[in-house]
């Protein structure tokens, strides 16, 4: 996305559908949906997408998520919330109690807490597991070559409904030898989905099966740091 209008976060996003749409033709793939991470932006900035019919919304904290969604989501209860950043195991009730979609699965203790919690709360929420697929050490995520045991084991085990994949690939390296490992990772354990693709990447992961892309600065313009 070149170059976003910060003044116009709707005007950006029918510019993202518009380009993975002719995307979409082109390949012959499903058209990837759009997740709008709305990290670091107010309310006031998340509201005018909703009004708009916008439903799909990303965060990567759960203590921020908690500090504005809530009372976003009383307004818009069908409003759909992902994780996409990492999750503490001291976090986990909270963000199954908030969020719909947990992006950020990668390891056993997580996935026992997160069965626990599930059925205390007698709450489901669609979990996909995240592929480090650049094994760098800082960086969450399961190791490519333990992702099929830790797969199966979520399953078999405690029963949690995996339903597809995340990476983020390295900063600085080229994105797409990512995206196809985790996509050949999906097909492999028959998980259709893949979260992958951000601002400036989004089109190459549509290209390689994407079937949601996460986008924030291409919406909102560049976050402040
Ligand atoms: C912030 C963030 C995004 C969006 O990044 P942009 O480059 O602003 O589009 C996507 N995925 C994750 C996990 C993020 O933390």
């Given at each position: 996305m070149s170059n976003p209008t910060i003044a116009d976060p709707a005007a950006n996003l029918k510019a993202i559908e518009a380009s993975l749409t002719a995307a979409s033709a082109e390949s012959g793939r499903s058209r990837a949906k759009v997740l709008i991470v709305t990290k670091t932006q107010p309310a006031e900035r998340i509201?005018?997408?909703?009004?708009?019919?916008?439903?799909?919304?990303?965060?990567n904290r759960v203590q921020e998520?908690?500090?504005?969604?809530?009372?976003?989501?009383a307004r818009y209860p069908s409003a759909e919330l992902h994780l996409v950043g990492p999750l503490q195991t001291n976090k986990a009730r909270d963000a199954l109690a908030l969020f719909d979609v947990i992006q950020s699965?990668?390891?056993?203790?997580?996935?026992?807490i997160l069965a626990?919690?599930?059925?205390?709360?007698g709450k489901r929420v669609r979990l996909y597991v995240q592929v480090n697929t650049g094994e760098e050490p800082q960086k969450a995520g399961v190791a490519p070559a333990a992702a099929d045991a830790f797969i199966a084991r979520c399953r078999d085990e405690w029963g949690l409904p995996i339903e597809g994949l995340m990476c983020i690939p390295p900063e600085g390296e080229a994105p797409a030898p990512h995206f196809a490992l985790l996509a050949k990772i999906?097909?492999?354990?028959?998980?259709?989905?893949?979260?992958?693709g951000m601002s400036g990447d989004y089109l190459?992961?549509?290209?390689?099966g994407a079937t949601l892309v996460r986008i924030?600065?291409?919406?909102?313009?560049?976050?402040?740091?």
């Open positions: 509201l005018p997408l909703l009004e708009a019919g916008w439903r799909r919304f990303g965060e998520a908690m500090s504005k969604w809530p009372a976003l989501r699965l990668d390891r056993e203790r997580l996935a026992q626990g919690e599930m059925a205390r709360q999906g097909r492999r354990n028959g998980l259709a989905h893949l979260s992958m190459i992961a549509a290209s390689l924030g600065s291409g919406v909102f313009g560049a976050r402040e740091t």
